[in-house]
């Protein structure tokens, strides 16, 4: 597989004001990501709320220019190719389905949206390619002049979903699409999501809290803190013999669906840290159970280790040693 994204050493950052006589602070919300994503591939991107996760697919979709570094698609610079094109390429399908979708239109109207912006379809070519796309997400045709209010949840993100579709893009971003969803109702998008994959070869970059859905269905797994890129890997070594402590730290906290379970123990102590006043060296160090005095002072570079790249000080001999990183491969 050849990669559609190439991700260099991206950074996007915000002004945030705090007066009209001070100088504003700077959110470092993304903060030198590097990744490719590969045709037909699922890269699945993972942190808490706040990590920059949400920041770097508006980016990707080009909402959010960024400040430093380089977004490739397909061999070209995003920053090259018209807000059209990258719309026709690139497509998102959001969290809240509702939120989401113009209340004020119908299903035909909202799925046809991506189709009437770049105006080369007849009323009849709309008409049918609206048709196509909803039986492939399973919407029912007497739906097609509901309006989104009308719709239960799963409904509308199947309506989201067959929006972002319609254009037959190649990659499709998806924002914690099943997050708002219940238990079942999840299930069935994601396997909708699957499927569609497999028919249409699509490649995704999927954001999500939830470790369990992303084991399922991603093929490499970014973890990302504090705007920055900790662990990559496949997803079953980054998730089973996890190296970075934070990403330890993620999987005690998932929930086991096992009523004689008890709920997992608070995973982390203190609040997320100050993103416009981020600590020195490696960002997590105050959080961190195995933090040494370089963690303190010095920002960790990116070291591949077995098929997964880290940056963590264990690893670069720089914190307790190798030695110490080999133990808590061992314990992982």
Known sequence: MTALLDVREVRVEFPIRRGLFQKPRILHAVDGVSFTVKRGEVLS??????????????TLLGIHAPTSGCVTFAGKDLKELDRREIARQIQPVFQDPYSSLNPRKTVEDLIALPLDIRAQATSSQRREAVAEIMGLVGLSRRSIHAYPSQLSGGQRQRVAIARALITRPELVVC?????????????????????????????????????????????????????????????????????????????????VPDPSHRLPPPIFDGGFPDPTNPPSGCHFHPRCPDAGEACTARRPGTVRHGSSTVACHLYTGLATGHDAANEKLEDA
Do not use: W
Request: proline share 2%.
């Open 175 to 255: 924002d914690e699409p099943t997050s708002a969803l219940d238990v079942s109702v999840q299930a069935q998008i994601l396997n909708l999501l699957q499927d569609l994959k497999e028919k249409f070869n699509l490649t995704y970059v999927f954001i999500s809290h939830d470790l369990n859905v992303v084991r399922h269905f991603s093929d490499r797994v970014a973890v990302m803190y504090l705007g920055r890129v900790v662990e990559l890997g496949d997803t079953e070594e980054v998730l089973g013999r996890s190296l970075h402590p934070y990403t330890r730290k993620l999987k005690q906290g998932v929930l």
């Open 45 to 58: 991107l993972v942190g808490e709320s706040g990590c920059g996760k949400s920041t770097l697919a508006k």
